[in-house]
């Protein structure tokens, strides 16, 4: 069968897509239906970051299955209540644990949150930024291309350039509920925030009564060398969103809330799915792979490693290399998806991250040798 014909025939077409049909996938490799490998610098868009299939969530989804798949938030459960104690105390101070179904949802979540708590409805976001496609996170997010169809959005938010601080603090105001921020811009090209843009953020907020949103949907689960990547600053967020690597490639949203989140009713926000018991034991499953197997100590290392051979690379097409532990971009002074093309072609899965941005975001387990492999993989595209 040719399913690659199968979906273009039924398909959304939402999605431009790659001729590439995946049916496996083992660690930082997959393989296609005529078994050739690739290292897969894709990862769902940062999803599995333990790695495809990790055999410990494979056995805590079967085991799962066969007791229970669904349970509201209505009753209490098991599974969903060990997951809840895990990620409450994973950040001091944010105790309290939503439970949603996408990265979309918990910013959707979050927004809510913050208007709920402060009576206020300003946002005050970045340019560059993006934190999902429902109508309030979409409102968050900067690129024209995702919003300009869908006018009007959310009113009353507002976007400031992203590491100028003078520029945040000017927008804050005592109407503003939040500001939202990446702590390593993703989708906008792989921009890590300076020290100053965010301990500005929290000052302001703090002063003016406003609430930080930091948005660790890629960023966080280990990426970029620490759990989540505001820790590599001074930094204590009033809410942190995630999904995407949560719960080792099965779909889940989260929001960690802090103290200054207001206590939150009953019925005031709600998702049928959130905390279904199937994807709370995927989630303790990759919180228990993380700790065991080090995985953001490996992100920081083999991230150092990565970058620094990227940035060996002597090519007059690249403009500069960046990132923050295995959440990394090298900007080309040139379009880069017949590069992308061509690194599919020698066996190496990446992203673009606005035109001119190739993106790698492996899971947190690759090796060096497939490092290496990428890094000549690039060399030879780029020299081709
Ligand atoms: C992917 C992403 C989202 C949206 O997540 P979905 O699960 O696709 O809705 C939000 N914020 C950031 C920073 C992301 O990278």
């Known amino acids: ?40 610098c894709v990862a769902g868009h940062g999803v599995a970051n333990i790695g495809h299939s990790h055999p410990k ?108 601080p003078a520029a945040l603090e000017a927008a804050v105001t005592d109407h503003t509920a939040a500001v939202l921020l990446e702590v390593v811009q993703g989708e906008g090209g792989i921009h890590p925030a300076d020290a100053a843009f965010l301990e500005t953020a929290q000052a302001v907020c703090r002063e003016r009564g406003a609430l930080l949103i930091v948005d660790e949907i890629q960023s966080g689960m280990g990426r970029t060398g620490k759990m989540f990547a505001f820790q590599h600053y001074d930094l204590q967020p009033d809410m942190v969103t995630l999904a995407k690597g949560i719960a080792g490639g099965v779909p889940m949203g989260a929001v960690l809330l802090g103290e200054r989140v207001a206590d939150l009713k009953p019925g005031i926000h709600g998702t049928t799915f959130g905390g279904n018991p199937l994807a709370a034991a995927a989630a303790l499953a990759t919180l228990e792979v993380m700790e065991e197997e080090n995985l953001p100590q490996r992100a920081a290392s083999t991230g150092a490693y990565f970058l620094e051979r990227l ?74």
């Open 1 to 40: 069968m040719n399913f690659q014909d199968l979906e273009n025939q039924h398909t959304s077409g939402l999605y431009a897509k790659r001729p590439l049909t995946i049916v496996r996938g083992q660690g930082a490799r997959v393989w296609d239906e005529q078994g050739r490998e690739y290292i897969d």
């Open 57 to 164: 969530v494979v056995r805590a989804l079967s085991e799962q299955a066969a007791r229970l798949i669904t349970c509201p938030e209505m009753f209490y459960n098991d599974t969903r209540a060990r997951l809840l104690a895990r990620l409450g105390t994973l950040v001091p101070g944010m105790t309290r644990v939503f439970l949603c179904n996408s990265g979309t949802e918990a910013v959707e979540a979050a927004l809510k949150f913050a208007r709920y708590s402060t009576g206020r409805s300003g946002i005050v976001a970045a340019m560059r930024g993006f934190h999902g496609r429902t109508m309030g996170a979409l409102s968050a997010t900067w690129n024209k291309k995702y919003r300009a169809p869908f006018q009007p959005l959310v009113p009353e938010f507002h976007h400031v350039p992203y590491n100028k």
């Open 311 to 384: 940035q060996a690379i002597q090519s007059p097409l690249i403009r500069e290399v960046r990132g923050l532990g295995l959440m990394i971009g090298v900007e080309l002074k040139r379009k880069v998806a017949p590069y992308i093309q061509a690194l599919m072609d020698q066996g190496v899965l990446a992203l673009p991250a606005g035109l001119t941005v190739i993106r790698f975001l492996p899971p947190l387990v690759i090796s060096r040798a497939q490092v290496d492999q990428v890094v000549e993989a690039l060399q030879s595209v780029l020299t081709e």
